[in-house]
Structures are given as C-alpha cells and as structure tokens.
C-alpha cells in the first residue's frame, strides 16, 4: 500500500525523492517522511498528513544537502496515523533508517526478544521492529548491512519492500521485496528506488523489478549486486526497457487525475485491442491465447480472481464467456478464494484480474491456483508486475497509467481485453456463427467513439450531481450484462462521495430494497434498450409507484423510460454484451462531480489507497 522512493548517485537527493512521493501519494496518503545523509550525519524528517504538509515542515526543519537518501508516503497498518508512526524510522543506535511498504505479522513475538535484549520502541509500527532487529542481527553477527538484512528477513513472517542504509557505510542502499512491488532504476551512476517506475521516469527507462526474496544491494559507482535472500544465491538482473512517458502520469489540464482517466478511456480500450483487433480480416491475435488455446478450449471450467472493480469486470466477463463460449464460469473474490479450500481441477482455467499486478490477495490465489495444477492467465495493466510474472500466460491491457484511485479506464480497459479473449475462443469452439463473430468486431472496433459520445452527457450529469449530492443513500439497479455495472457504479459513489450506495439486480428489488425506497430515495436505473428491457420498465414502474426518484441510463432514442424517469441519460446505441462499456461512463462522471461538489478529495479517498498489496 505505502509508497517508497530512494536515490544514490550524483544529484541532490531530495527534489528527487521529494517529487516521487508526489508521484506516489496514490498508494498512500496518511503521513510521509524522507530520510538525507549529508555526508555526516542523517537528516530526516516525517509527519502525519499529505506530502505537501512533509515539503512545508522539511523547509524549517532540516537542511536537505545530500546525494543519498530514501522517503516513504504511508497508508497505515500497524499504528494509527501520526508523526511518530510514520516512517523512516531510526534503529536504537541511530545509525541504521529504514522506510517498509508490507506487514510483518511476526512483530509480536520479535519485539518481545528484542525488548529482553534491551531494545526500546518509541512508535507502534512493526517497521521499527524490524530496523532494531536488522541492527541487533549486524552487531550480534558482526556482519555487514546486506548479510543483516538477509538473516533478519529469514526471520520475518509477512510481506514487505524495504529500503535500508547505515550512515557509517553512505555509499550504499540494501533494498529487498516479498509480496509488495519494488523497481530499481539504472540512471548514469545513479540508482533509483521506487514502488513503481514513475518516480524516476525522467532520468532512465531501464528499469530492475524485484522478484519476491530477493534482495539488492545498490552501491555508487558499481552494478546492483542481487540475491536472493533465502541461500544467498546471486541473481542475473534482468533490465527492462520502460514503456510509460512523463506525460502519461501528469494531469494534462484535468483538475483531477479521475475526471482526465475517465475521459483517457476513448484512446485506452483503443490501445487495448490495438494490434489484436483485426475487424477487415476477422481476426484476433493475442499470443498468450493462442499460444495456450488447448488449454482453453479444455478447460473444464473458468473462474475469475479478482478484488473490488477488478471483480466487477470479471462479473461482466462471466456473462460474456458463458454467452459465447459456453463454458461453466465462477467469479471469485480472490480474498475468500485463497482462505477457502476451494476445489480446483487440472483442467481448470484461472483469469487472475488487476490494475496493478500486485494486489497480494489475487495473487495469493494464484499461487493457489498454481499449486493445484490449474492453467493461470493473467489481466493486468502494468508491465513487469508480480501476477504478470507469477502467472502461466496473461495479457496486458494498455490503459496507461492510472494514478486515481478509484478505478475507471481499467474497469473499461479490462472488459475489453476479456471480450476479445471471449470471442477469440468462442471462434476457435465454433460457439459463434462467422457473421455474429464479425458482427461483434466491427462493433467493439466502434466502441471508443461511443464512448466519446456518452463523455457528452458531462454538463447533464453534473446538472443531476448537484440535485442529488446530499442525499445520505443511492440505489443502483441493472440486469443482466449491466447488473455489474449498477455495483461498479455503487462502489464508486461510496469510494469518492463517501454516500452509502448498493447496487442490486433490478429483479431483487422487490426481495428487500424495495422497503428503502420514498420520495427521498434516488435510484439509479441502467434501462438500456437490449436484454429485459420491458422487465427493467416494469421495475422503474414499481419504483415511480412508491414515489422513488429515477436517474435512468438509457439507449439513445428511447421515450418509453424517458416519460417514467425524472432524468435520463443517454448512451449510444450497441450490442448488449458490450453495453458496459458505454453505460459505466455516465456512472464515473456522476460520482465524479458529486464527490467534487462535496469537496472530497477525489484522487485521495480516505482510507483508501490504489494497489492493496497487503491483507
């Protein structure tokens, strides 16, 4: 969850380590610090609050001279957010600062030997824990800073990215990774340290991502020497060329990171069935299917991993795959599924799905999976990321980076990569009629210029936003296909706005929900003109009947819903399995401006933080 940034080279340190935990804030937003060695001693500076609340304190505390230093944006797990929580923390002795993204769940009992040992604790963290058992491990072995850090973490039970220096050895950092992501970034001697690679996107495009147990030591003027922490082994790193560019991780004119990703999403499913999406030929290429099309095509059934909006996608997925390719379909939260005993066959299909590749419960489910000798594919959007890498086959998705929290284009992005897998399979079954199959590429081909013309409805909706944004409570309702789209919108309205909201299937209503609704109450329709159409009417009957006020997302044209609702929104018109990707839209803008009306921080929802890669 934390974010952490480090620097060891030739330049200042900290506008480097300063602007990466900007770049970070995403991944947590409770309290932030920095750690400089100046050549003589180690300054450092924390505080509870935002990065910017860290820059005004750094500027009457501390000198910030120094070529060497690490800082850290925390989202609090063990101990509440305040100054003295917040990381770096110092060892006993002062020499040793450290910065820990993850969770040691051992804490207990090694802060209970260190104490016998004549160790103190200043801060409830499990961090300040392990910096004390790092020095306890140096001076009782009377090792070097690597070799401690080894034989500490094989005393850690938990997850964790750390970053470690000794201000008696400041010419280098020891940094080391199981279950939270860490990148290395090779500049011209110079090193960067970062929980993703935006921090140091202007100074390389060569990249080391960690894989989990291992270890780096990063010293000036020579290559990373890698290990692996569990037998000492040396590690071949292998350098990746990065992608991403500087203007991908700005806001580019957007008041937020949210509203500029929601409007990304016309050019990222584009970028997504890019290259893949051959409508003129009627042909999908995606190599990590075709390569691994037995597999599929065998496959007894396909259960779909994921968390939060990840798993809304995966929802929409299960209609899609069962529609298609008809093969049994489960979708699980891959945090149940991993502490379940689930039954899982050789035959068995894994769709893991994540944003960020390194949301620990999915990839828990994973290693689940894996180890019942289940075929895994992986839908993840960043490159190098652990389920990319831990996971048998898998594709990319190519939205580009998304720095808001509250997901919106991977939502859209991820529905997309799964349809053409659904139809590239459906294809190779014979589950698809040639005509149908060419059908459904010309139009998902049309899709991002449907979404630009559902981004139009923007003044409306904020129009609607205002109405209704004091309101304590939504309902969202939709059928079919869109039932998971009336969750994905419910999550939304509660990450950002912070109203309570529930999305239900329409034909629920009247087993339960129906009690909440009065004139009070607004209630969210997806009545698009495809699927249960006249059913979905019926339901906005039985609403008006009860006075509920309706917001009705609706096809084009339509005039049936348009006389029952008191306001509609229109998208344009599609087939029904790809109707998500177009009636989604006016649910992100809606949260958007109600959020923004309530002057939340939108990008920042408390609580809250982008990639949730601890339990």
């Keep these: 969850m934390c974010g952490i940034v480090g620097y060891i080279g030739h330049r200042e340190a900290y506008p480097i380590i300063l602007n990466g935990l900007k770049r970070l804030e995403y991944r947590g937003y409770d309290s932030a610090g920095i750690a400089l060695f100046d050549g003589e001693d180690i300054k450092l500076s924390k505080t509870k609050g935002k990065v910017n609340d860290l820059e005004t304190k750094i500027e009457s505390e501390i000198s910030t001279n120094g070529t060497l230093g690490i800082g850290h944006t925390r989202w609090a797990t063990h101990g509440i957010p305040n100054d003295v929580n917040s990381h770096p923390h110092y060892s006993n002795s002062g020499n040793l600062v450290i910065i820990h993204n993850g969770i040691i769940e051992n804490y207990e009992s090694l802060k209970k030997e260190l ?15 392990l910096i004390n058992l ?43 990774k199981l279950g939270s992501p860490l990148a290395i970034g090779i500049g011209d001697n110079e090193f960067f340290i970062a929980s993703d690679a935006t921090p140091f996107l202007e100074y390389t495009k060569n990249a080391i991502y960690l894989e989990d147990e291992e ?4 010293r000036r003027h020579k290559d990373v020497e890698i290990r692996k922490i569990k037998d000492d082994s040396l590690v071949n790193p292998y350098v990746q060329e990065l992608q991403m560019n500087l203007e991908q991780i700005e806001k580019g004119g957007y008041d937020h990171f949210m509203l500029k990703e929601i409007f990304e999403q016309p050019s990222a499913i584009k970028d997504t069935y890019r290259g893949r999406l051959l409508s003129k030929e009627a042909i999908i290429k995606m190599a990590g299917v075709e390569d691994n099309m037995k597999r599929f095509l ?4 396909i259960i779909f991993v994921a968390c939060g909006t990840s798993w809304h996608a995966g929802l929409v997925a299960e209609y899609i795959f069962e529609d298609l390719v008809r093969i049994p379909v489960e979708v699980e939260y891959a945090s149940e599924f991993r502490y379940r005993n689930p039954v899982i066959k050789e035959n068995d299909v894994v769709i893991a799905i994540s944003q960020s590749g390194e949301t620990a419960d999915t990839l828990a489910a994973i290693k689940l999976a894996k180890s019942k000798g289940a075929f895994v594919f992986g839908v993840c959007n960043v490159v190098g990321s652990s389920i990319a890498r831990e996971s048998d086959a898998g594709a990319y998705t190519h939205a580009g980076p998304e720095i808001g929290v509250a997901s919106t284009k991977a939502f859209t992005t991820q529905i997309t990569l799964l349809t053409l897998i659904a139809l590239r399979l459906a294809r190779a079954k014979g589950t698809i009629s040639s005509s149908n199959y060419r059908l459904h590429l010309l139009e998902l081909e049309m899709i991002p210029e449907k979404v630009k013309a559902a981004l139009k409805s923007d003044n409306l909706i904020k129009k609607i936003a205002d109405i209704y944004k004091d309101v304590p409570n939504f309902l969202y309702l939709g059928r079919g296909y869109n039932f998971p789209v009336a969750l994905e919108g419910a999550l939304k309205l ?9 999305g239900y299937p329409a034909a629920e209503m009247k087993h339960g929900p129906i009690a909440l609704i009065d004139e009070n109450m607004p209630i969210v329709v997806i009545a698009t003109k495809k699927g249960h159409y006249d059913k979905i009417v019926s339901n906005i009957q039985e609403i008006k009947s009860r006075k509920g006020r309706i917001i009705a997302i609706v ?36 949260s958007y401006h109600i959020a923004v009306m309530l002057e939340k921080n939108v990008d920042q929802p408390r609580n809250l933080a982008k990639s949730v890669t601890v339990e």
Aim: no cysteine; aromatic share 4%; net charge negative.
């Design 115 to 129: 104490i016998k040992r004549g160790y103190s604790f200043t801060s409830d963290t499990d961090t300040e824990i």
């Design 134 to 176: 790092i020095e306890d491990v140096k001076l009782k072995e009377n090792v070097k800073l690597g070799k401690a850090v080894q034989i500490a973490l094989n005393q850690v039970v938990g997850a964790y990215a750390v970053a470690v220096f000794d201000k008696d050895k400041p010419n280098e950092i020891v940094v080391a």
């Design 298 to 301: 065998n496959a007894e059934r």
């Design 555 to 590: 096809t084009e044209g339509d005039t049936t819903v348009k006389e029952l609702a008191d306001h509609v929104i229109e998208v344009p018109e599609t087939l029904e399995l790809l109707t998500p990707l177009l009636t989604t839209i006016p649910l992100q803008l809606l």
């Design 215 to 218: 270890m780096a030591i990063i």
């Design 494 to 502: 509660k990450e950002i706005s912070y109203i309570h909201a529930e």
